[in-house]
């Protein structure tokens, strides 16, 4: 049985990307495609966020890297805002 956050023997993250300035469908572009080390969950649409640096807003996608040491490396890259592991989400009270 997998770990939360794990696919595969894979771990499972959240990508922030600095979004492209495009006017076509976020879903129609090969974001995160270009990431080393990077699969892209094609199951999980891109979801653009509000406002990012210098006027330009940022898009989440989600995929998969081989372990914590890959996605370190994807969240120094200067198109990345920041990398997150997928958490597992539980009811709570």
Same mark, same amino acid.
Request: without cysteine; glycine residues 12%; hydrophobic residues 40%.
């Given at each position: 049985?997998?770990?939360?956050?794990?696919?595969?023997?894979?771990?499972?993250?959240?990508?922030?990307?600095? #979004?492209?300035?495009v006017?076509?469908?976020?879903?129609?572009? #090969?974001?995160?495609?270009?990431?080393?080390?990077?699969?892209?969950?094609?199951?999980?649409?891109p979801?653009?966020?509000?406002g990012?640096?210098a006027?330009?807003?940022t898009?989440?996608i989600?995929?998969t890297v081989?372990?914590?040491?890959? #996605?370190?490396?994807?969240a120094e890259?200067?198109?990345?805002? #920041?990398?997150w592991?997928?958490?597992?989400?539980?009811?709570f009270?």
């Amino acid at each position: 049985m997998s770990q939360p956050g794990s696919r595969g023997g894979r771990h499972v993250v959240m990508v922030e990307l600095v #979004a492209p300035p495009v006017t076509a469908p976020l879903h129609l572009l #090969a974001l995160g495609r270009h990431l080393p080390s990077f699969d892209v969950d094609q199951d999980y649409p891109p979801v653009p966020m509000g406002g990012g640096a210098a006027g330009s807003g940022t898009v989440i996608i989600r995929g998969t890297v081989d372990d914590a040491e890959a #996605a370190r490396r994807l969240a120094e890259r200067d198109d990345v805002v #920041a990398v997150w592991d997928e958490g597992e989400v539980a009811p709570f009270s």
